[in-house]
């Protein structure tokens, strides 16, 4: 049963275009939900971490939200350097190690 | 910045192999972990370390495989006959506690 699910799979925006991505997550008693930026044939690099309702953080065109059901990684303006595959995880139901979703592919296109 | 770094970047190998993925942690992490992406999809959790054992595996991580901090540096994944359904990206990653993990490049396994 998947713990993460993201949404859209792909997503192709115009260079300036903002949007949203969405991770819905079933876990209960979240011990934090995580975003991470994963460019080709490379390791995951550490975007974000929540961890309770209504928390918000940003980083330069990215900001990430959560509510109790999901969270959004809302990009504002975006550039072609921003695309990339956009992963949400959570810890598992024991231990710490984090389940990750599909991701999202976006491109931007100048 | 201190980063994940991993070894070989890329490995060809025949399958029934034995072979050995390894990786040096960031130095004052304490959590180890492996995780492998098969090309096209999703990262998947193998196994995690704590204080010289195992803390937590996944189903993937059957008896072919084993893990091993063999000094205060290394952490080594061994694959011990490797099939060609092995073939796929391994990431090494290290956490400070129980929060964010830091990922290294990856290692490519090829099973021919």
């Known amino acids: 049963e998947d713990q993460v699910t993201q949404s859209p799979e792909a997503l192709r925006l115009q260079e300036g275009e903002s949007s949203s991505l969405n991770c819905s997550y079933t876990?209960?008693?979240?011990?934090?939900l995580f975003w991470y930026r994963q460019d080709p044939g490379k390791g995951p690099e550490f975007l974000f971490t929540?961890?309770?309702a209504g928390e918000e953080k940003e980083k330069e065109r990215l900001k990430a939200t959560l509510t109790k059901k999901e969270s959004f990684l809302h990009i504002t303006a975006p550039k072609p350097e921003d695309s990339a595959t956009y992963l949400c995880?959570?810890?598992?139901?024991?231990?710490?190690?984090?389940?990750f979703g599909k991701g999202t592919s976006l491109l931007v296109t100048p | 910045e201190p980063e994940v770094t991993q070894t070989p970047s890329h490995q060809v190998t025949q399958m029934g192999q034995e072979v050995i993925l390894r990786c040096v942690p960031i130095?004052?992490?304490?959590?180890f972990y492996w995780y492998r992406q098969i090309l096209g999809q999703k990262v998947e959790f193998l196994v995690s370390?704590?204080?010289?054992?195992?803390?937590?595996k996944s189903e993937i991580f059957d008896d072919q495989f084993s893990v091993e901090r063999p000094d205060g540096s290394n952490f080594t994944l061994k694959i011990r006959s490797t099939k060609l359904e092995d073939s796929a990206m391994y990431f090494c990653?290290?956490?400070?506690?129980?929060?964010?993990?830091?990922f290294g490049e990856g290692s490519r396994l090829t099973v021919l």
């Open positions: 990653a290290s956490s400070e506690d129980t929060g964010e993990l830091f």
């Open positions: 876990v209960s008693g979240l011990r934090g």
């Open positions: 929540l961890y309770s």
């Open positions: 995880a959570v810890p598992g139901h024991s231990g710490y190690a984090l389940n």
């Open positions: 130095s004052n992490h304490l959590y």
């Open positions: 370390f704590y204080n010289n054992e195992i803390s937590e």
